[in-house]
C-alpha cells in the first residue's frame, strides 16, 4: 500500500522533528487516495513554471486528471489554484484572460480549504487573489500570514508574502521572506525572478542583477 508507506514514512520524519510540533496533525490530509493521483500532482508542480504557455498548460491537465482520479484529493485543487493563479499573472502569451483565471484560482483554492482548512498552499492562492485582483489589502494579508503560520516551509506562502511585503513598501521584510523561500528551493526560477524585482525595489541593484543572472542560469 502505497500510500499507507507514505504516511508511515511521514510520521517517522514528524517524530523526528520536534521542532515542528504542529505538523503530524496535518499528515494524513495530504495522503491521495492513489499513488497514481499522488505522482500526478508532483508532475503537475514540475511544470509551475512562470511566463511559459505550454508548461502551464501541461500543468492544468495532470492537475485535472489527480481531480478525476481523486476529486478529494485537496492538494490537486491547490495545485489547480496555484496554477490558475499563474495563467492570470504572466504578461506574455497569457492562457487565460485576468477575469476568468482569477475567480477560478479562488473557487480551486476555496475547493482545496473545503477538504482541508489547514492547506497553506490554498490560503497563500486566496491571500494573491485578494492582493492582485480585489485589492483587499487587509485580507491578503491575513491570508498569507495564516498560510506562513500552518507552513513555515511552504516555498509558495514565503514567497506570496514577500510579494506582499514589497507591495506594502515593506522591502527588507520581503527580502528576509524570499530568501528563506530561495534556500529552501534554490532553484525556483519563479522565487528568484521576484526576489530581484524586490531587491530593485528595495533601492539594491547589484542583489537584483545577481539574483536574475542566477535565474537565467537555471532556464536560459
Do not use: C
Amino acid at each position: 500500500d502505497s500510500a499507507a508507506l507514505q504516511d508511515a514514512i511521514a510520521s517517522w520524519a514528524a517524530s523526528a522533528l520536534p521542532q515542528l510540533p504542529a505538523a503530524d496533525h496535518r499528515l494524513s490530509s495530504y495522503r491521495p487516495r492513489t499513488a497514481e493521483a499522488y505522482f500526478l500532482q508532483l508532475q503537475a508542480r514540475a511544470n509551475l513554471k512562470p511566463f511559459m504557455r505550454l508548461p502551464l498548460l501541461k500543468a492544468l491537465s495532470l492537475f485535472e486528471q489527480a481531480v478525476a482520479i481523486d476529486p478529494n484529493y485537496a492538494m490537486a485543487h491547490a495545485g489547480l489554484a496555484s496554477t490558475y493563479l499563474r495563467m492570470a499573472s504572466t504578461p506574455l502569451l497569457r492562457p487565460l484572460p485576468v477575469d476568468e483565471a482569477m475567480p477560478m484560482a479562488r473557487q480551486a483554492a476555496e475547493r482545496a480549504l473545503a477538504l482541508d482548512e489547514g492547506l497553506a498552499e490554498a490560503w497563500a492562492v486566496l491571500g494573491r487573489v485578494k492582493m492582485q485582483y480585489d485589492w483587499d489589502w487587509d485580507g491578503a494579508e491575513a491570508d498569507l500570514t495564516h498560510a506562513i503560520a500552518l507552513n513555515r516551509s511552504s516555498v509558495e506562502a514565503l514567497a506570496s508574502i514577500g510579494e506582499f511585503h514589497s507591495v506594502m513598501g515593506r522591502h527588507d521584510e520581503a527580502i528576509a521572506a524570499m530568501e528563506q523561500a530561495r534556500r529552501l528551493e534554490p532553484r525556483s526560477v519563479e522565487t528568484l525572478q521576484h526576489l530581484g524585482i524586490v531587491y530593485w525595489m528595495a533601492g539594491q541593484p547589484e542583489q537584483a542583477l545577481e539574483v536574475v543572472a542566477e535565474s537565467l542560469e537555471i532556464v536560459p
